[in-house]
């Protein structure tokens, strides 16, 4: 048996990071959301008895996040030889929670191959141990977070809306962002009430993020702004037309490495997983 999981990224609607602790973490408020732009998973049985994991990404490290959920998951269950391919589609250091939504569906295929061996405390803990956008990749949709990611709330589906998401050419490491944004005086932001777009990161954002975010406003968003840590944006429009026409512009004016027309996801949907072969 084959099975595709597709793993989402997601955007941050609202993130507010919180100072430094006393054990050099910062806490976070954020409001994650599932967008149409997936990875792709295909896991099977290994043919050869040995696991290996390839991907049509040249720039994939040795060692990953999905080495680590091997690596983490095989201490508690048994885990059979399989093979593992992944398609990259989510761009790199670009907030986009690639790495973490590749971590969570091997976890997720893991779990439906092998008839759901690890409880759901556990899965959780695996994940946070990854990283810590990986938890939300468990829940899906949309939810809110707190802690250092680890504490969600899963929150009710919104009706779909349309994004464009574009990437600078220029990428972000996240421990630079925050230790960039650990030199700015800011405030320590309350969940909003409503839905308002807010970003912390944007006080350290590369030009080319806040130019495309700009951009995205004057070609009819009603909203722009950095998701995560960056260096990808998304502008939220009122249609699909809406959205690939904006695409279209950006990518004839050749200011952005990466452009797409994407939509949200409601929570079922996030988390399919596909049998494709026997």
């Not at 992944?86 to 976890?107: H, N, Q, V, Y």
């Not at 589906?157 to 600078?168: C, E, Q, Y």
Request: aromatic share 8%; hydrophobic share 40%.
């Amino acid at each position: 048996m084959t099975l595709r999981v597709l793993c989402p990224a997601k955007i941050n609607t609202f993130l507010a990071v919180g100072p430094k602790d006393s054990i050099g973490y910062h806490p976070i408020r954020t409001i994650f959301q599932a967008v149409s732009l997936f990875d792709e998973l295909l896991l099977a049985p290994s043919t050869d008895g040995t696991t290996r994991i390839e991907s049509d990404w040249s720039e994939l490290p040795e060692s990953n996040t999905m080495t680590k959920v091997l690596s983490l998951v095989r201490e508690y269950v048994n885990v059979p030889p399989l093979h593992i391919h992944l398609t990259k589609r989510i761009p790199s250091e670009s907030g986009l929670g690639g790495g973490s939504s590749d971590a969570a569906g091997l976890l997720r295929g893991i779990q439906e191959l092998l008839g759901n061996p690890i409880g759901d405390s556990l899965l959780k803990d695996i994940a946070f141990a990854v990283g810590a956008d990986v938890p939300f990749f468990l829940v899906g949709g949309r939810a809110q977070a707190e802690g250092y990611g680890e504490i969600l709330t899963p929150l009710p589906d919104k009706p779909t809306t349309w994004i464009v998401i574009a990437r600078p050419f220029e990428g972000c490491s996240t421990k630079e962002a925050y230790e960039q944004l650990d030199a700015k005086v800011r405030p320590w932001r309350e969940f909003p009430e409503g839905d308002e777009l807010y970003n912390d990161f944007e006080r350290v954002a590369p030009c080319g993020s806040l130019d495309l975010s700009e951009r995205l406003q004057v070609l009819g968003a009603s909203g722009a702004m950095m998701t995560g840590s960056g260096s990808a944006v998304f502008g939220e429009v009122e249609s699909s037309e809406a959205a690939f026409g904006a695409c279209e512009k950006l990518k004839a004016e050749g200011s952005a490495s990466f452009v797409m027309a994407a939509r949200t996801l409601g929570r079922e949907e996030s988390l399919a997983l596909e049998t494709v072969g026997k």
